[in-house]
């Protein structure tokens, strides 16, 4: 869902898909491409192709890759396009698939297909990171590549020579021209560079087995995953929109900015175009929603949510701009309806991956939120144009700062979110 994208799962990054999955066709039978997270191609020559169904094709795709039953469950085919022209068919992560369930997965394609996909989402800042943890998730990398630590300036070059292979651009900046030129091989690492060494250095062996090149990386690759759970926004589908800035200068002049919506199982997030960070997460208990068709007005996102105003609560409203706003609301509510699903059948799940993994994986409720001060996860209130209002009879008016009602009745039913109505006072300034 970046750019023209559909069907359940993750996406893979516009600048790689403009590029046609039917390379020949015939009175009988096309040669269909198919793209994995890795970039690699799995080539298809399939029989009238029109009367095939994409469940057929998925079936195709698992055996040619010789794939376990469930990555039935795993993967979906997306067909990507960001001009609506040649689209390609790409296999990757199913956006309904929980992350709870990837630790149960032993087969090690399967998790390598997944280390590829969040690995490359990683490294093209689709997944905005700290500066921590792209360290911490560039020594996996470091590791299943170049094999285990060994001390010494071998290591540090190749990891040098490499350095976009395992941190996104933003920190991989290098000097040009001369002063690049005379950097020799004893010159000191960079700061992004010397981190990813210190995290290399630290990355663990299994326990018991082989630590050379050729040992399995099931373990590695699962470590990479359980890492990126971290991320609020891992296995969501990407969107592309605009939103308001904030009027600013003595003219009050505002625009727009670009912004991707990022839509998991586990809420909504607004993130930077530009700066690669977050301007606005909320889990679905914490908001209401609704889109304006083109019909009505330019297609529109409404997120509704709990704010504040110089201290006093207040309704808040968050306008994005997108072609895609009908999808939006579309996939948020069915992944409540998902999500309701879930917890029904919840009590009769166990945890049946490594005991290790299992135990270290909290649930959604009990992971810990990454809290670094001025985390690039964090929510960026001041930097988005919001409406604040309040509901009196037929009005919807801007006030400042008690509301009396949500304007939305999309959202989860009542006694299963966070987000309250606020008793009105007896008056209300108005803005």
């Not at 630590?211 to 699962?222: E, N």
Request: aromatic letters at 6%; one cysteine or more; charged letters at 25%.
């Amino acid at each position: 869902m970046d750019g023209t994208e559909g069907n359940a799962g993750q996406p893979g990054p516009a600048e790689r898909s403009h590029r046609s999955s039917v390379s020949s066709v015939g009175a009988r039978a096309a040669d269909v491409l198919v793209y994995l997270a890795d970039d690699t191609v799995v080539p298809l020559a399939v029989e009238n192709l029109p009367s095939l169904n994409a469940h057929e094709l998925h079936r195709a795709v698992r055996e040619v890759l010789q794939l376990p039953d469930i990555a039935l469950d795993v993967f979906a085919l997306w067909l990507v396009s960001p001009l609506l022209d040649e689209p390609s068919l790409q296999f990757r992560r199913n956006v309904f698939f929980p992350k709870r369930r990837e630790l149960q997965i032993h087969d090690e394609e399967v998790l390598r297909l997944l280390y590829e996909e969040a690995k490359g989402n990683v490294l093209a800042a689709r997944y905005p990171c700290d500066v921590e943890d792209c360290e911490a998730l560039g020594a996996l990398v470091c590791r299943v590549q170049l094999g285990p630590y060994q001390p010494g300036q071998p290591t540090a070059c190749a990891v040098r020579e490499k350095l976009d292979s395992f941190l996104p651009a933003h920190l991989c900046k290098r000097g040009h021209g001369l002063f690049a030129a005379l950097r020799g091989r004893g010159a000191k690492a960079g700061p992004g560079e010397q981190g990813l060494l210190n995290a290399y250095c630290k990355v663990k062996e299994a326990a018991g087995g082989d630590s050379g090149r050729g040992a399995s990386l099931s373990t590695h690759y699962r470590a990479y995953l359980l890492k990126s759970h971290e991320l609020p926004f891992y296995g969501c589908a990407f969107f592309h929109g605009e939103v308001d800035k904030p009027a600013q200068g003595f003219l009050h002049r505002g625009g727009r900015k670009p912004v991707v919506v990022a839509i998991s199982l586990e809420g909504v997030h607004v993130i930077d175009s530009r700066e690669k960070h977050v301007l606005l997460g909320l889990r679905f208990q914490e908001l209401s929603w609704d889109h304006t068709s083109p019909e009505e007005e330019e297609s529109v996102l409404w997120l509704e949510f709990d704010g504040d105003n110089e201290g006093t609560p207040v309704n808040r409203l968050l306008k994005i701009y997108s072609k895609q706003a009908e999808l939006m609301s579309g996939l948020i509510e069915y992944c409540i309806e998902l999500n309701q699903t879930s917890e029904l059948a919840a009590p009769q799940e166990t945890v049946s991956g490594p005991p290790s993994a299992a135990s270290s994986l909290p649930s959604s409720a009990q992971r810990p939120q990454l809290q670094r001060q001025g985390s690039v996860v964090c929510s960026r209130l001041q930097h988005l144009s919001t409406i604040d209002y309040v509901e009196e009879g037929q009005q919807i008016k801007r006030v400042k700062p008690k509301r009396t009602t949500s304007f939305f009745s999309r959202q989860l039913s009542v006694g299963q979110g966070s987000y309250t109505v606020v008793q009105p006072a007896d008056s209300l300034e108005q803005g």
